[in-house]
């Protein structure tokens, strides 16, 4: 079956600094494949999505590149802000619907200031 | 628009008690969905509703029922709370069809423990 694996986490990192979290999949066809951030006490949002190979994610900074050769949808952003600090989850679609996620673990990031 | 609400946002059950969680979107989608959170987990989908009067199992739907009587509700029931149910309980809804945007909508939560 499709699944999602994340980089492990927590992740710390302070104000200003470079940020990617590792996201690789496996699937049948052809997914959809997208990044979603949970602020702490609250749902998950929609970061980032990508369609198809090669197409590039972005939003608020971060990007996310899908990359069919490497099965990967890493997620990163240049410069980090405390605001920035949430869960963000790795997420697939099989057959390009929005229905039925299949998710990542998750990765924690705290950004210090 | 409000988007997707749930209520309550925290219980604690005795275990064999039962309960409904609610969840109610006012975006006229057609696909809704719940998910559960456990601690340092990603979400795991339980039921979800591609209409009106269907509903379908995801992937850990055992001890939850779910109905769809209207676009605008799908509660979520447990009848014989087991202290494996403790999590944290996600309402989603999305658009599926011409001019989706693939996108899931998702509520506040419900945050369940099961003493």
């Given at each position: 079956?499709?699944?999602?694996?994340?980089?492990?986490?927590?992740?710390?990192?302070?104000?200003?600094?470079?940020?990617?979290?590792?996201?690789?999949?496996?699937?049948?066809?052809?997914?959809?494949?997208?990044w979603?951030?949970?602020?702490?006490?609250?749902?998950?949002?929609?970061l980032l999505?990508?369609?198809?190979?090669?197409?590039?994610?972005?939003?608020?900074?971060?990007?996310?590149?899908?990359?069919?050769?490497?099965?990967?949808?890493?997620l990163?952003?240049?410069?980090?802000?405390?605001?920035?600090?949430?869960?963000?989850?790795?997420?697939?679609?099989?057959?390009?619907?929005?229905?039925?996620?299949?998710?990542?673990?998750?990765?924690?990031?705290?950004?210090?200031? | 628009?409000?988007?997707?609400?749930?209520?309550?946002?925290?219980?604690?059950?005795?275990?064999?008690?039962?309960?409904?969680?609610?969840?109610?979107?006012?975006?006229?989608?057609?696909?809704?969905?719940?998910?559960?959170?456990?601690?340092?987990?990603?979400?795991?989908?339980?039921?979800?509703?591609?209409?009106?009067?269907?509903?379908?199992?995801?992937?850990?739907?055992?001890?939850?029922?779910?109905?769809?009587?209207?676009?605008?509700?799908?509660?979520?029931?447990?009848?014989?709370?087991?202290?494996?149910?403790?999590?944290?309980?996600?309402?989603?809804?999305?658009?599926?069809?011409?001019?989706?945007?693939?996108?899931?909508?998702?509520?506040?939560?419900?945050?369940?423990?099961?003493?």
């Open positions: 079956g499709d699944s999602v694996t994340q980089m492990e986490g927590p992740v710390t990192l302070s104000e200003e600094a470079f940020l990617t979290i590792n996201c690789t999949y496996t699937a049948t066809g052809y997914p959809s494949l997208f979603y951030v949970q602020y702490p006490g609250e749902g998950l949002q929609l999505k990508a369609t198809k190979a090669d197409d590039k994610g972005s939003n608020k900074g971060f990007e996310a590149t899908y990359r069919k050769e490497t099965t990967s949808f890493h990163e952003k240049g410069s980090v802000q405390v605001s920035d600090s949430a869960v963000y989850f790795c997420a697939l679609s099989d057959g390009g619907s929005g229905s039925r996620l299949t998710f990542g673990e998750g990765t924690q990031l705290t950004v210090n200031p | 628009n409000a988007g997707v609400t749930q209520t309550p946002k925290f219980r604690i059950l005795k275990i064999g008690q039962s309960m409904t969680l609610q969840c109610t979107q006012d975006m006229n989608h057609n696909y809704m969905y719940w998910y559960r959170q456990d601690p340092g987990m990603g979400l795991k989908l339980i039921y979800y509703s591609v209409g009106a009067g269907i509903t379908d199992k995801g992937e850990v739907p055992n001890g939850y029922n779910v109905s769809r009587s209207t676009t605008e509700d799908f509660p979520l029931r447990l009848e014989l709370a087991a202290p494996s149910q403790t999590s944290v309980y996600f309402c989603a809804s999305s658009y599926e069809g011409p001019g989706g945007r693939n996108e899931q909508f998702f509520g506040p939560g419900t945050r369940l423990t099961v003493l």
